[in-house]
Each structure stands twice: as C-alpha cells, then as structure tokens.
C-alpha cells in the first residue's frame, strides 16, 4: 500500500516562495496521477495540481496557474511542487495523493499524505 508524506510547508510572507514534498513508498506502478490539494479553515478541499505518471501532462488550477510549478524526480518517488509569490490566499493545509485516473477532484483520489500547513502572512 502506497504511503505519502508532505513536507516543506512553514511560515512565508507575502511574496515569498516555498518548495513542498510529497515523498511515496510503495507506489503502484500503474497509478496514472499525483495531486496536490489544499484545505483552508471552513473551505472545501481544492485541486492545486497535478501531474501524470506516464507522460508529465501537467494540470494547475486557475488560482495558481503561472505561480505554481509541480514536477517529480526521475525515480518517480517524490514529486515536488514548488509554489511562488505566494499570498494569503494560498494559507491553507497542503497535501499530496495518489489517483488511478487523470482528475484534479479529491474524491478521485485514493491514498492521501497526512498534509503540511503553509501559511502566509506578514
């Protein structure tokens, strides 16, 4: 069974960067896609971006588009999102998760890391 962590989350300030980790033993080979999500106090979990297994086809949400950048390691055990000029509006829970199709909706996802806050603030 498939095991994911986060990790990199912290305190930035407006503007800043940060560089999360999701980190997987036991990956199934034939999983189609890893996602990144985000929960914020009182909001429904959101689709952040994702990436496919089998040929890097990438997804960001609109809020994110053109400051987010998720991409993965060669070995394909870890996949990185590494997330710029960050505001408040991105202060939430972040977590990876593993899905066996190309989704960006959580209920499409089966095996989920326990998260890693991020918050921004000044």
């Known amino acids: 069974q498939v095991q994911l962590v986060e990790s990199g989350g912290g305190l930035v300030q407006p503007g800043g960067s940060l560089k999360l980790s999701c980190a997987a033993s036991g990956f199934q080979s034939d999983y189609y896609a890893i996602g990144w999500f985000r929960q914020a106090p009182g909001k429904e979990r959101e689709g952040v971006s994702c990436?496919?297994?089998?040929?890097?086809?990438?997804y960001y949400a609109d809020s994110v588009k053109g400051r987010f950048i998720i991409s993965r390691d060669n070995a394909k055990t870890a996949v990185y999102l590494q997330m710029n000029n960050l505001t408040p509006d991105d202060t939430a829970v972040y977590y990876c998760?593993?899905?066996?199709?190309?989704?960006?909706?959580?209920?499409?996802?089966?095996?989920w890391g326990p998260g890693t806050q991020v918050t921004v603030s000044s």
């Open positions: 990436i496919s297994n089998s040929d890097n086809n990438t």
């Open positions: 998760a593993q899905s066996n199709m190309w989704s960006n909706r959580a209920s499409d996802y089966l095996s």
